[in-house]
């Protein structure tokens, strides 16, 4: 099994050095290519002098950050036998997450159609999204249409949340207090709030209004795979 860590950033140097001292010192010696995904040159160069010894860790400049597009084209890239773990720059691995990780996936789901949730052990229950962080195994994207496994409707918020309905309803999710991090979300941790965050929530109302539309019509990406807005074509 490989397991593929990939992580965009934007604006937050030194949130993203603790990540990924965090995810250096979980992984061991399993199998883990960790990608970087930059919106900034400058950081890029940055991040890479400082990990240039590790040769599992890639970087990757993109443009037009969209999270729907982002993450399906990761999964689009995945092959037999590889998961992708989906992270922010603002989280920090526990020392065992990778290990539990490469002990209970396969256990869940040994021919690598599922999604395993990353619980998130810093934040109440009640309002910690099972699906914010997870584990998508290369199998689990066949189910959708070119591999698109997230509703391209969104713009950041609630792709994630229409995927823990799809994966619940399919018996395709798991979740397990073991694999777990700690995640400094601005919105428990105040001071930690910064430009990026601000940027991302402008899309909330609209994705929000998104969101309550295609529940009322009872649109769940999976179960169906119909869109509010026709594709120009």
């Excluded at 995927?163 to 941790?189: D, E, G, R």
């Excluded at 940027?199 to 509010?228: A, P």
């Amino acid at each position: 099994m490989l397991l593929k860590i990939v992580i965009p950033t934007l604006n937050r140097l030194e949130k993203l050095k603790n990540c990924i001292n965090s995810i250096i010192k979980a992984k061991r010696n399993f199998n883990v290519e960790l990608i970087i995904c930059f919106s900034n040159l400058y950081e890029i160069k940055t991040i890479k002098s400082l990990f240039k010894q590790f040769n599992w860790i890639k970087y990757k400049l993109i443009k037009n950050y969209k999270v729907p597009e982002f993450w399906n084209s990761f999964c689009k890239e995945l092959k037999k036998d590889e998961c992708l773990m989906y992270l922010n720059d603002d989280i920090v691995l526990k020392d065992d997450t990778i290990k539990y990780t490469f002990e209970l996936y396969p256990k869940f789901f040994p021919n690598f159609d599922g999604v395993v949730g990353i619980r998130q052990e810093n934040i109440p229950e009640n309002q910690a999204l099972p699906t914010a962080f997870g584990i998508i195994g290369y199998k689990f994207t066949e189910n959708f249409p070119n591999k698109e496994i997230l509703c391209p409707e969104y713009f950041r918020f609630y792709a994630d949340r229409e995927l823990y309905l799809y994966t619940t309803k399919t018996n395709k999710f798991k979740f397990s207090s073991v694999i777990s991090l700690i995640h400094y979300h601005p919105a428990f941790y105040k001071h930690l709030a910064d430009d990026t965050h601000k940027k991302v929530r402008l899309y909330w109302n609209k994705d929000h209004q998104t969101y309550l539309k295609r529940q009322e019509l009872g649109y769940i990406w999976g179960i169906n795979f119909f869109k509010l807005k026709k594709e120009n074509k």
